[in-house]
Nanobody, 114 residues
Framework: VQLVESGGGAVQPGGSLRLSCAAS????????MIWFRQAPGKELEWVST????????YYANSVKGRFTISRDNAKNTLFLQLNSLKSEDTAMYYC?????????RGQGTQVTVS
């Protein structure tokens, strides 16, 4: 099982980024997927979940209306569109399998808003 996040970077407040998570080693289309984030000195925080089909999505209140989770099951890829970014969105962002939780997360991609 491998999850590889990418797409992070440095952006000004109000900017946008699109994160990707390339999945391999399991049947991606059968598993719900999750995005987490961890800011410096803070605990891991759940951000968003998408069902295996992509038809159902869930968001933390802190990102609702600004972030959009999606997936391309044909390409085994998970996405997180980040819009209207705020300084408090600065964190390492991780993707993980819904059936295994945070312990399955990848190495992460850094998002810095300043």
């Amino acid at each position: 099982v491998q999850l590889v996040e990418s797409g992070g970077g440095a952006v000004q407040p109000g900017g946008s980024l699109r994160l990707s998570c390339a999945a391999s080693g399991f049947t991606f289309s059968s598993v719900a997927m999750i995005w987490f984030r961890q800011a410096p000195g803070k605990e891991l925080e759940w951000v968003s979940t998408v069902s295996s089909s992509g038809g159902n999505t869930y968001y933390a209140n802190s990102v609702k209306g600004r972030f959009t989770i999606s997936r391309d099951n044909a390409k085994n890829t998970l996405f997180l569109q980040l819009n209207s970014l705020k300084s408090e969105d600065t964190a390492m962002y991780y993707c993980a399998r819904g059936d295994r939780g945070a312990s399955s997360r990848g190495q992460g991609t850094q998002v810095t808003v300043s």
